[in-house]
């Protein structure tokens, strides 16, 4: 049980007089009597008492002022002055300290509440809804925006700072979302299109260092409407284009095969025209097959399959552009692991790859093109990727290489994009779309897989599909 400071000081006091009064009392009694010793220590009892008392009164008297002090509101810078101490008084330093702690205190306090109005008002004036929740889920603030969504959907209430988030956001891919980031301490991103009517969400939560986390919530709902609309576009452009098209190349390959009245000039206009009408034909259809594959019309049906049946299927599907081009198209080390793919989708990734390396893999002095297509199971991760997907099966990856004039490494990072071109005029030429690598990475991705290149001037370059191994079913 805790003491109070003037009881200890008290106590403290009558300890410090006590042996002097028993000395005196000790000796009275020697000198004049038992009767006379007992006065005389009664008397220095009372005595060591009322020093004790009044050193005690002194102590409460200099500390008062003390608590006052500690206790003052603050908002304002106070000093020591106006404090009633004692005239000599022993506490003059520790007020003195203590006013100016209080100060420093108040100081860091004020700077501290502007610095979080400053953060407030930028959360406030932020576009996408911010919320934090701490280690348990609880709602710890949010900003304007977060509030004013949720009063706008079929919520109970708005936020509530202190209360579950699950109590509020009902959604489900914003609660697991916040869930991966408390539990994994990860980033977590999702997409939601059910938390709020006709709106579609970009959901990003992170980790905080002191625990809890953060969720922003992006409304990509226009963003998404541009998209589809351009995809709706360039699909409905496409199929207008490929009737007249397909008539152009009709009627000049009539006139080029019956009509025996033109001249060299007349046919070699004609050649023109069937030439460019046959490679727009082919841009319509790979922007169909684009806008297909984003939209994700195209459904994928990934089933177990072997690696070497695709590298076979694809190498025959490429056979009658190899006997025009007059290329050499070999089948390099393969696995007969299965994985898991649509076999129609990879056998047009692996064409798309091919094609791309007889068109552009051709060394320079050399009469041929030699491309070889492989399959390899990863046993180790590399610096490709990760060794297992997510269910820890394992993974394939294929390889088309050629031995080209290779791809400068500025350009690696992005001859996946839609109409990029490392040579412009060279593609030009070749009659190349720009979109077979574009058509052949959503390909692969919508069927849990990756694609990168890997190339060295002089050298040639390599593209590796990546896929999961199919997983072994039980017995």
Known sequence: MRRSLFATIF??????????????AALAGRRAGYGE????????????????FGVSRLVRRAVQPLERLAERPSGRDLGIDGLELPRYSEFDGLAGAIARASARARRTLSAVQAERGDLEALLDSMQDAVVAVDAAGRIQWTNQQMQRLMTGTSAPSAV????????????????ACVKAALEERAVCERRTTSLAPGRIFEVNASPMPAGGAVAVL????????VERTQRDFVANVSHELRTPLTSIGGYVETLLDHEEALSPVGREFLGTILKNATRMGRLTEDLLTMARVESQETAMHPRPVRADVLVRDAVAAMRGLVQDSE?????????GTEVLADTDAMVQVLGNLIENGIKYGQAKGESQCRVVVSAREIDRPDAGGPETDAQGAGAVEFTVRDFGPGIASEHLMRIFERFYRVDKARSRKSGGTGLGLAIARH????QGGSIRAESELGAGSAFLVRLPRARNLPE
Not at 11 to 24: E, G
Not at 160 to 175: C, K
């Open 11 to 24: 106590l403290r006091t009558m300890l410090a007089f006590a042996v002097p009064a028993v000395a005196v």
């Open 218 to 225: 992006h409304d990509i709902t226009r963003i998404e409407e």
């Open 443 to 446: 390909m692969v991705e919508l």
């Open 160 to 175: 509530r700072v202190g209360h579950a988030l699950v109590q509020t956001v009902r959604d489900p891919e914003v609660l």
């Open 37 to 52: 010793a007992i006065a005389a220590l009664a008397v220095g009892t009372a005595f060591v008492a009322a020093m004790a």
């Open 327 to 335: 290329a050499v198209l070999e089948i390099g080390e393969t696995t």
